[in-house]
Structures are given as structure tokens and as C-alpha cells.
């Protein structure tokens, strides 16, 4: 498939990469996930990006990629855009995923490029081509070379361009800011994969953000994205001046995945279980330290 200028167009807004519940075994809390997505549903958010890094899912076994598949079909078809994370250290396994996602409704998937074993452009293009022509979705590369030691630049990204044309967009976490508006300038819808970033993203042409934060504190995202679009700019600065405190808090102590997990927990009423392991918990007091602040943040209570 090729996606049209409108089936492009709508590829904008608030994509949180939302956490995952996981049970004690290891297997996916469907319950709990069903209410992360819909908590952030009723704070407006246009999208997911899931089973992302804050996902977990480049560790994730194939079922529990399945079972994340399926709940976010069942919980975003017809509501909001979901972008599943099929990304793994093999090709077979990220093509799995991809047909799951698929054949559960997810709306587009998203891949960073081969891990562990690193590989040349060639590798790259053609493990992109098999896990895109499996879902044949519109689909998102993940540019995130601090963890998969690769970097998508402009010219790779023009032939990946050439050779996948299920292409759409692109992810852009790397540290090289300047590249969000190179990409843009390409045609690909990029987010911005840092949620201190947003207004930047939205000035130098790209369409919105995916980031952990924005499941935290999806209002402020939202009414950041929508004073940018009705051009009122005081708003769109005072909400991105908030979203700095934001975006440390949820980074702090080296446990972003399981810091995602316990404030949108405490929000919830319930708990969203650890980390699959060997990712980084919070200690008890850790915990206790993480909720104090985010409560004088205002993240504990829903929004009305």
C-alpha cells in the first residue's frame, strides 16, 4: 500500500507511548493495559505509539506482543490511531508482530532498525521491507541510535524511502535535533521522540509528539498541540514550559518504564505491575519519593 496525502495528513497530535501492565508471570494485564489507554483516551490524546521503549516490547516474547496487539485494537479502532512497535532482534519475530498487527486493527506500525547483530544499509532496507510488506500498514521508522547503535540519516532515510513504500513517517529520537526539519522537509510525518521538545517539533515541521510523558500528563500535550494549531501561542508556551518538570520527573532514576507504570497507577487506582525484567524498578522509597512529586505536579488526579 501507498497512503494518500489525506491518509497522511491525518498522522498528527498526541501519541503517548504508553506503558504496558504486566502480571507477576510476565503476562500482559489486559485489564490494566485497557485502562492506560482509555485514561488517556479521555484526556484527549489523538493516538498511541505502542509496545514502544516505554512498552517494553523489544523484550517482549511474541505472545505477549500478540496480546498487547489485540487489546489496542479492541480499545482504538474507530477512536484513535494506534501505531504498534514491532521491533525486535530478529526479523522473523518483528514480522510476527507485524501480522498481528494487522489482523487486530492496529492502524500503522512502526520498527527501529535491526538490533544486536548491527547491520549495513542493505540489512537495514531489507529487514524493513519484510516486516512492512507483512503488515502492509502505513509505517513508521524509529530512529533511536542511542539504543540500537544506528542512526537513520537523511540519506538512508531517502532510500528507505525509495524501497519501502509503505513509508509514511518517522520517529526521530536521536540527539541531532536539526534533522527533525531535514526529515519533514522529505515529506515524512515526523514526531518528535522527546517530551520536552514538542513546540520546537511543531516549528521546524514536524507533527506532533511520541514520548512517555505525554501518558503521564496528556492534558498538558494536548492543550500544547491544540493552542500551536489555532495559533495562539502564549498557551502553546506556557503548556511547553510545564512539560520540562514533566519529562524529568517521568525520567528520573533510571526508571522511566516503571516511573510511567506508578503515576498513571496511582491516577488509575491500581496497580500496573514491575517492569518485565532486566529493566530498572523503583525501590519503596524510590516510589514514595516519585508519587510526592507528581502529585505536586497534579499527575495523580484525572482531569474532568
Known amino acids: 500500500m501507498t497512503a494518500t496525502a489525506a491518509e497522511r ?3 498528527r497530535g498526541i501519541f503517548p507511548a504508553v506503558p504496558t501492565a504486566f502480571r507477576d508471570d510476565g503476562q500482559v494485564d489486559e485489564e490494566g493495559y485497557r485502562a492506560i489507554l482509555e485514561d488517556n483516551i479521555r484526556h484527549g490524546v489523538h493516538g498511541f505509539w505502542n509496545a514502544g521503549g516505554t512498552g517494553e516490547g523489544a523484550i517482549m516474547n511474541d505472545a505477549q506482543r500478540v496480546a498487547v496487539a489485540r487489546v489496542t485494537g479492541e480499545v482504538c479502532q474507530g477512536r484513535v490511531l494506534s501505531i504498534l512497535h514491532v521491533g525486535s532482534p530478529t526479523t522473523e ?9 494487522r489482523e487486530s486493527g492496529c492502524d500503522a506500525i512502526c520498527c527501529v532498525p535491526p538490533v544486536i547483530y548491527i547491520g549495513n544499509e542493505r540489512s537495514i532496507i531489507e529487514h524493513y521491507q519484510r516486516v512492512a510488506d507483512a503488515a502492509d500498514l502505513p509505517f513508521f521508522a524509529y530512529n533511536l541510535p542511542q539504543m540500537t547503535q544506528v542512526e537513520l540519516t537523511p540519506p538512508l532515510m531517502e532510500k528507505i524511502q525509495r524501497a519501502v513504500p509503505q ?3 518517522m520517529k526521530h529520537s536521536a540527539f541531532n535535533f536539526a534533522n527533525l526539519g531535514i526529515f519533514a522537509a522529505m515529506g515524512l510525518r515526523v ?6 521538545l514538542l513546540l520546537p517539533a511543531l516549528e521546524n515541521g514536524g507533527i506532533g509528539v511520541v514520548d512517555a510523558p505525554p501518558s503521564v500528563a496528556p492534558w498538558i500535550y494536548v492543550e500544547l498541540f491544540e493552542a500551536w494549531q489555532r495559533d495562539d501561542l502564549d498557551i502553546a508556551r506556557a503548556r511547553q514550559d510545564e512539560t520540562r518538570a514533566i519529562t524529568e520527573l517521568t525520567r528520573s532514576n533510571g526508571t522511566p518504564h ?3 507504570k506508578i503515576i498513571i497507577g496511582a491516577r488509575l487506582g491500581r496497580d500496573l505491575g514491575a ?7 523503583l525501590d519503596a522509597a524510590g516510589r514514595q519519593a516519585l508519587l510526592a512529586e507528581a502529585g505536586k505536579l497534579g499527575l495523580l488526579e484525572a482531569r474532568t
Open 258 to 260: 516503571h516511573n510511567t
Open 191 to 196: 514526531f518528535t521522540g522527546n517530551g520536552f
Open 275 to 281: 517492569p518485565l525484567p532486566p529493566v530498572n524498578r
Open 93 to 101: 519475530s518483528s514480522v510476527k508482530a507485524a501480522r498481528a498487527a
Open 9 to 11: 495528513e491525518k498522522w
Open 167 to 169: 513509508l509514511v513517517g
